[in-house]
DNA sequence: ACCACTAAATGAATGGCATTCATTTAGTAG
DNA sequence: CTACTAAATGAATGCCATTCATTTAGTGGT
């Protein structure tokens, strides 16, 4: 009990609890005490955080604009999260469903990885705040984080892997992506050195350069700088760990 | 003025302003009004930070905290930096001048690599609540943290890498070392599938082998799970990277 | 020598935040 | 009927970054 109450459905996570607010101008306040019908479940406050996050951001993720969302105090959350960090694992495990690893099983190992890799830096670039969470978080209660897992390593293994580089190279590979993640965020002019360009030439000449490499691809999909360093890296580290196969 | 106050040594950077909270014990409090000698200044105040952080870490890291380190009453700080966030800056750019770019001029290109990347995640694995700021940050008003880009542009420029490649080469290399250093820092049960393990066979599998192939390099240098991983990503970038050069 | 200005400190707010606790009410098991 | 547990309210609590009025000290100009 007290952690299986979620759980059974898995996917739909936009069941109970809504509905309140939109319907009800949000008029008449509940009276204190438990209600007929629970208000809250994790599914219900899993969606709410993310409508809320695509909203205001990171920072409107508050407790309390959780609860004004939902029609709920503050503390009503507490019935049902530990603490505001739960309330991210639960968007966290969310968000890793929405990864594609479709690829694994079709597509060849190197097609595969291209697709998982560039759908989850796309994923978390829009999370960047979940990336400390994600980076260091147990496995164990996050349930579609494990899946995406599993069907990444079923790909490793079939695709030829020795078992013991999988883990190592599927690590190294996210951490890439994480990193790159935060880049996609990174402000165009990042490079700019400013009034201290005159002292710093190489790396001045290097930033114009890398520039003009970009006009190339000027309109096109995936033509940001992050994108050319994000495929530059990603095709670096499919070649070498490709290599890794027997 | 008024950012130029203390860029003039460079290095050294510890100072001014210290040994007041230190010798005295911290006994009669200053009154209020401008002091004859100035107590507080931006290199002091990095160097608190840096003090504090080791002590107690990011979450001890409070403008409250600071203050009382520099033996100052809080909105005193704020006559010298804009924000915490200013401060977190300061602290960044003196971490970067702690990363190795010594390979640069001597080495060969791989192994000046080598040794840049991996004292660079070295040291953002001991401040990884930095690389969200880092990762972001335009390089105009942090000097050693532009000196580190022009001495690592200028030797891939050296090493015959095309000017338009440097730039997204060295963004690909520092998204994975960001991305590594929280690695570094995660639990040793992080792969543990706990009471799922039974329905994720082949996850399960890959993280039971990598923990055997690490047992071969137990109580060797650079031999946990992270090193690992890094040296694995970190050799197919160079490795894919260095084919690039002309 | 005086005056205006600026720089750098104090100390007292301010508003926002996550979280806790006492209380109330509603279902449920024995 | 009676405990007990679950789920809500509403009123704290304590911490935090930041701001503001005030005080004092140095500085440049006349």
């Known amino acids: 009990m007290l952690e299986t109450t979620d759980e059974r459905a898995g996917m739909p996570a936009l069941s109970a609890a809504q509905g309140r607010a939109a319907t009800s101008g949000g008029a008449q306040k509940r009276r204190a005490g438990r209600p007929s019908a629970a208000v809250?479940?994790?599914?219900?406050?899993?969606?709410?955080?993310?409508?809320?996050?695509?909203?205001?951001?990171?920072?409107?993720?508050?407790?309390?604009?959780?609860?004004?969302?939902?029609?709920?105090?503050?503390s009503a959350l507490y019935n049902h999260v530990a603490s505001k960090h739960d309330v991210?694992?639960?968007?966290?495990?969310?968000?890793?469903?929405?990864?594609?690893?479709?690829?694994?099983?079709?597509?060849s190992w190197e097609d595969a990885v291209r697709t998982w890799a560039w759908s989850y830096?796309?994923?978390?670039?829009?999370?960047?705040?979940?990336?400390?969470?994600?980076?260091?978080?147990?496995?164990?209660?996050?349930?579609?984080?494990?899946?995406?897992?599993?069907?990444?390593s079923k790909g490793f293994s079939d695709a030829g892997?020795?078992?013991?580089r999988i883990v190592p190279s599927i690590v190294a590979l996210e951490s890439f992506i994480f990193g790159s993640a935060y880049d996609v965020t990174a402000p165009e002019d990042i490079f700019?050195?400013?009034?201290?360009?005159?002292?710093?030439?190489?790396?001045?000449?290097?930033?114009?350069?890398?520039?003009?490499?970009?006009?190339?691809?000027?309109?096109?999909?995936?033509?940001?700088?992050?994108?050319?360093?994000?495929?530059l890296g990603l095709e670096a580290?499919?070649?070498?760990?490709?290599?890794?196969?027997?």
């Open 40 to 74: 809250l479940d994790k599914a219900g406050i899993t969606s709410a955080a993310l409508k809320l996050v695509s909203r205001k951001g990171y920072d409107g993720l508050t407790m309390a604009a959780l609860a004004k969302v939902l029609d709920v105090a503050p």
């Open 88 to 107: 991210l694992l639960l968007v966290e495990d969310h968000l890793m469903s929405l990864v594609d690893v479709s690829g694994f099983g079709g597509s």
């Open 121 to 152: 830096r796309d994923v978390f670039a829009e999370h960047t705040p979940l990336i400390p969470v994600i980076a260091v978080l147990p496995v164990t209660d996050a349930p579609q984080t494990l899946a995406m897992y599993e069907t990444v």
């Open 161 to 164: 892997f020795p078992q013991d």
């Open 192 to 231: 700019d050195a400013g009034s201290m360009a005159e002292s710093t030439p190489y790396f001045t000449a290097a930033v114009r350069h890398s520039a003009s490499g970009q006009e190339a691809s000027a309109g096109q999909e995936r033509g940001r700088p992050a994108d050319t360093a994000f495929r």
């Open 237 to 246: 580290l499919i070649a070498g760990f490709g290599a890794i196969r027997k």
